[in-house]
Structure formats: C-alpha cells, structure tokens
C-alpha cells in the first residue's frame, strides 16, 4: 500500500501494503495495511512449470508477484519491489523466480503463499499479523501532492486551505480518506473519486485509484492535491513533466476526535508462520542488499523516514 500492504493500498504501501478497512493504519498494502474484501476475484493461477519446479530447488527464491500493482510491480519486473527482491534473493546467493498472479497484490499471501505457490511476499507492513516478517529494509509514508508551480505547498490535514481547494484525490481505504472525511470535505469530493474508477463501489470488491492516474490528475489541475502513499506514486512524479512536490504528512497526524493516523510504515518482507529459516536468510540477505536497495529507493524518487527498529 506498500507492496501487497493491506493498510496503505496498500502497498506500500504495507501492505500497502497495500487496504480496505485499514483506516487507522495503512498498503498491501498500507492499509497496509487489512482485511481481505470479500470480492469474488479469479482464482489463483497455477504456477508456470519452470516456477513449479523451483520449488525443489534451494538455489532459488520463489517471488509472489502481483500482475496488477504499478509501479510497485510489472510482469517485465521493472517494478520496484521486484527489483528489490532481485537484488535480495541475488545477495542470498539464489535465483529469483517470480510467480505471477494475475490479481491484485492485497491477494498475495491468501492465493499465493498461503497455498504454497511461493514462499515471499515483498513490501508488507512489518507488522503483518498473516505472516512472519522480516526486519524492514525501509520506511516511507503518505505525502501531500502539489504542483510545484502554484502556492499550495500543504505540509499538514490541519492547513486551513485544505477545506477550500478544488478537488482532493486520495485513495480509498487510507489514512487519506479517513481524514478527508475528517475535515468535513468527503461528500464533495465523493463523486469525483468514483468518477475516477469508473463509478465502481470499493464495496464488497477490491477497488482503487491507479497510481498514476492520481499523478495525472494533480499535474493536469484536475485536482489541487493529491495524498498517496509515496512508494506508490514516486516513479510518476519522477516522470511528470510538470514539476510536482511532495511533502511528507506528519506523522503525528491526529483525527478530530484524538485518535492518532500513523502516516509512515516500516515495510518488510513476509514468508509462512512456520519458515523461520526462511526469515532468517532473507534478513541476511537483506542486510547484505542494503546498498543496493538504497540505490533503487534513490533511484525511484521515493522520500524515506528512519526505519522505526
């Protein structure tokens, strides 16, 4: 929310994720990060021969992957959670092998790890309760999105010209919307976001704002601003020709009613309750990745805070 974050996306945020009915947490993810909706989605694809087979073979690393999830992942694996498990699985010595689900990446561990057709999930909030988690190899949060070019540089939910600004795009199922309800300004923006998703109702069924579309409708002037996990849309404003900024929402963001939206999550990777080994050499490898890593977040544009342990 991140990458399959249930609490951010929502992931990644974190999980994130990646995110529906994560509104105090976020992702995969997010938010992140989450209860699984109840949608009646394709079933699991059957792994690929080449992937069945590396399920025997330690020297690689089964990878669940998401068909569905830019830019976080990409079939070709440009994503950016699948070059982060390239590089980890490398720095263990192992082959990776990417399994692809042709479904959102909130339903990787439910149709993928949880059934055996792969053994990691990549970018889930480290607090997953549905896995074991290793130590987070980052930290990122929700910004505030504008256009370099205007004067509505929005560093907190408590900025005043918050509840007067054109239309706000944010994600459903996040910390974002939650506090868009907040400040009292979601019925008028409501029509707008579903417009945005063809009016299909993210009830009972897995539905989000892609991405890159909420990027475009900032740099377009479609929207004022725009709140995202920053993961999920730091390659497109990395690539948008009109300049945009992104400020971090703070982390002590609090509802009107003194209920506190965590805006930042540590993101990890997860295996099977009963892979510690497992656990124990993805840490490994990723300690030894943590260049390499490093390089890509810088790579992508993607705004960090200190890992929280």
Known sequence: MPLANGCRRAARSAALVLALGCLVAPAAAQEPRAQEPR?????????RAKEAEAQADPGTLRICASERQPPLSLRDGSGLENRIAAAVAEAMGRKPVFVWLDKPAIYLVRDGLDKKTCDVVVG??????????????????????????RDLDVKSWADPRLRDVGHM?????????????????????????????????????????????????VASGKA???????????????????PLRMNPVPDDTVR????????SFDQSMGVRRDDGALRTALDAGIEKAKPQIAAILKQEGVPLAPASN
């Open 256 to 263: 009107s009613d003194g209920q506190r939206m965590p805006q």
């Open 224 to 242: 004022d601003v725009g709140v995202a996990f920053a993961p999920d849309i730091a390659r497109y404003v990395r690539e948008s020709t009109t």
């Open 169 to 217: 795009v944010v994600g459903f199922g996040t910390p974002a919307e939650a506090m868009l309800k907040d400040i009292g300004r979601y019925e008028e923006d409501m029509a707008y976001l579903y417009s945005l998703v063809n009016f299909r109702a993210p009830r009972n069924q897995y539905t989000q704002i892609d991405p890159a579309r909420m990027v475009s409708e």
């Open 124 to 149: 889930l909030d480290s607090d997953d309760p549905r896995v074991l988690t290793t130590k987070p190899y980052y930290r990122s949060g929700y910004v505030f999105l504008t256009r370099a070019d």
């Open 39 to 47: 949608a009646q989605e394709p079933r699991a694809q059957e792994p």
